[in-house]
Structures are given as C-alpha cells and as structure tokens.
Nanobody, 124 residues
Framework: QVQLSESGGGLVQPGGSLTLSCTAS????????MGWFRQAPGKEREFVAA????????YYGDFVGGRFSISRPGAGNTVFLQMNSLKAEDTAVYYC?????????????????WGQGTQVTVSS
C-alpha cells in the first residue's frame, strides 16, 4: 500500500514563498511519476505540477507561469514543490499524487495514490 506524507503548507502573504514536500513509502509503482494537484473551495481539483521517476521530465499547469518548481533530489521518493510569488488565488488544499500515467496530448491525469492534502492560504 503506497502512502504519501505531505508537509509544508501554511499561511503566507501575497508575493511570498512556500515549499511543500511529499514522501512516498510502501507499495509498488508503475510509472513512478509524482506530482501535485490542488482544490480550492467550490472549484474542481486541478493539476499543479508533476515530475517523472528519474526527475528528468517536469510538467506544470498553465496557471503556474514560471512561479513554481518541482524537484526530486536523487530520483528518490521525496518531491518538493517550491512556490514563489504566491497569489491569493493560489489558496487551496494541495494534494500529493503518485504513479501518474504519461501525459496524453499534453494533458496530465492523476495517478491512483493520493496524500491527505495540505492547506495553503495566501492572505495579508
């Protein structure tokens, strides 16, 4: 059974930065890709960022605009999401996700394993 443990959420002022981390343990993987999705109140869950098993390929949601960076040191089971220039509209619960399938026509779909979610609030 794959378990995902997230940390790093919290309250930050607009323009600030925050780093989320997610460590995967247990179970077996197919693609080994990991990533993040988020869900704001009253909105659908949306794709944020993903990284391949080797760390050699990264993908980002259209809204990111170069503000976020996903990394996976040593191709290990921990991924980091560095978020800069945060905006109020980035406020959401951020979910770690594992075993994402390969993107199809540029669209990233979630894998079957989810973390419990961590709250990110951007407010002055």
């Amino acid at each position: 059974q794959v378990q995902l443990s997230e940390s790093g959420g919290g309250l930050v002022q607009p323009g600030g930065s925050l780093t989320l981390s997610c460590t995967a343990s247990g179970g077996t993987y197919s693609s080994g890709a990991m990533g993040w999705f988020r869900q704001a109140p009253g909105k659908e869950r949306e794709f944020v960022a993903a990284i391949s098993r080797s760390g050699g390929a990264t993908y980002y949601g259209d809204f990111v605009g170069g503000r976020f960076s996903i990394s996976r040191p040593g191709a290990g089971n921990t991924v980091f999401l560095q978020m800069n220039s945060l905006k109020a509209e980035d406020t959401a619960v951020y979910y770690c996700n594992a075993d994402l399938p390969a993107p199809v026509r540029g669209r990233v779909s979630p894998g079957q394993h989810w973390g419990q979610g961590t709250q990110v609030t951007v407010s002055s």
